[in-house]
């Protein structure tokens, strides 16, 4: 048993618990660890990543990894950004709306290019542009801390579901993205969002690679 996840065999997903902890403000992830980054984050997970990267195993997702760096010699003097691999994965949340309807949306729903300056021009040429549905499986990394087991470096990090790269997601986008003030391009678009503080499934579903 895993806690505050379940797996979904009607809808063929991952459902893990989430708490919406956003509602204004510039993203660099979509989940965080509970008590980690919830003030660029939409949702906050009680549930460790690993387990829920355990649960999209059982499910028949295939990790690869996150963005890195790879030495274009062996004295690793030049080097060069590695995208990230992985299966895609679908995101959604479901909840009750205003009528007390169980309803299931796409994540994209939620997000919406950041906009600035006085005629509000959009910061890196995003604008009317739409927020990708899926993910890649990147996996994050188990790595040996002092005796004991390894961890699962996004536990720690708080890096789950991330927009921005930092070499450590569970899932991430395609390509790389910076995560300085300046590269933050995506903020919350809070229209039909449970209020913060609201409990919601997050939906987790490999995409169909026919």
Request: hydrophobic share 40%.
């Amino acid at each position: 048993k895993l806690p505050g996840i379940e797996l979904n065999l009607e809808e063929q997903s991952v459902d893990v618990e989430a708490t919406v902890c956003l509602h204004e403000g510039s993203l660099e992830l979509i989940a965080c660890a509970e008590g980690t980054k919830e003030h660029e984050s939409i949702l906050a997970l009680a549930a460790r990543p690993m387990h829920i990267h355990t649960a999209m195993l059982l499910m028949g997702a295939k990790p690869g990894t996150p963005a890195m760096k790879k030495a274009l010699d062996g004295e690793g003097i030049r080097w060069v950004p590695v995208d990230p691999s992985g299966d895609q994965v679908w995101i959604s949340l479901v909840f009750a709306d205003a009528k007390g309807k169980q309803v299931e949306r796409a994540i994209n729903k939620f997000i919406a290019p950041v906009k600035t300056g006085a005629e509000g021009g959009d910061l890196s040429g995003t604008e009317s542009k739409e927020f990708p549905g899926s993910f890649i499986f990147a996996g994050s990394h188990l790595v040996q801390d002092g005796p004991g087991p390894k961890k699962y470096v996004c536990e720690h990090s708080g890096n789950v579901i991330s927009i921005s790269t930092f070499g450590d997601e569970f899932l991430c986008l395609p390509g790389i993205h910076g995560h300085n003030n300046n590269g933050l391009v995506w903020q919350v678009n809070p229209k039909g969002l449970p209020g913060i503080g609201k409990k919601l499934i997050l939906r987790l579903r490999l995409k169909s690679k026919s």
